[in-house]
């Protein structure tokens, strides 16, 4: 496995089919044939003696030698592109990029948006949004099969940076022509409904039930569901409220027959932040990108 014998063109070819998973998504970021790819896949396959990837479904998944030569190659990859990047501008209306973007549905809901209508000027830029247990996170981000991460306030590590993109207040939603919406909601009144709770946890208090605890009173859950949206559509027709994030609610205010109500509470708002890799901390192409995301907010 001399490295004199190995062209160093194939590792881009292999750091790119890792990140994309996909020889077809491989070929369109490198700006090759499929067949190019496939050729050079098999020289890496020849000179390590070892498949490397392996076909699941429409999916390349790596094997664990291939795993362990990503995170002995990723550091001096990356030096290596950061030394070429220092001289190449990035120009997003003609150059091609997809970005990876990490995100929940609430947060689709909220980033896409403004997201993509930023984008529009730019047709050969692409955006991949896929949601990701918190717990890979870092790792996707490391592997740089994620450019980007949206989500509440994580505990990382000091190899991936973050920052807080914005800061979303809790409110409370009911339908439109709810007895508790004819003047301000007081305490007595949000108690005395009952609720829902939009969790991805099938047990436990939210968020806003720390706050009411601390205040020595509790609420009567109704209904534990896993998303916002299913949340109001059953606030809409019952008598139920739901406590969400204030971003989310205005959307869902102008769509469905429901009446946003400030808590009547001081209850903790939800600091939203963006996450990427220090390796990738001057890549031209993610440095313009997360200028993007720092516009939206």
Known sequence: MALNRLDLNLLHVFDTIYREGSLTRAAKALHLTQPAVSHSLSRLRDHFDDPLFTRQGNQMIPTPLARRFLESM??????????????????????????????RDILESTVLPQLMQRLDPYPELEVVSQ???????????????????????????????????????????ARSNHPLTRQPLTMEGYLSA??????????????????????????????????YFAACRVVETSDLLVTMPEAYAGIMAQRADVVIMDPPADLPALDVHLYWHQAYEKEPALVWFRDQLRDIG
């Open 131 to 173: 949601r990701t247990a918190r717990r890979d996170m870092e790792t996707l981000l490391a592997a740089g099969k994620l450019d980007f991460a949206v989500d509440v306030l994580l505990p990382v590590s000091n190899q991936t940076a973050h920052e807080r993109l914005r800061r979303d207040r809790l409110v409370v939603l």
């Open 194 to 227: 009952r609720h829902v709770l939009v969790s991805s946890r099938s047990e436990g208090p939210g968020v806003e039930d720390f706050e009411l605890s601390r205040l020595g009173v509790t609420r009567d859950i109704r209904l534990r569901c896993q998303h």
């Open 74 to 103: 990723r550091p001096g990859l990356n030096q290596i592109q950061g030394a070429v990047n220092q001289f190449h501008a990035f120009d997003p209306a003609s150059q091609r990029k997809t970005y990876s973007l990490g995100l």
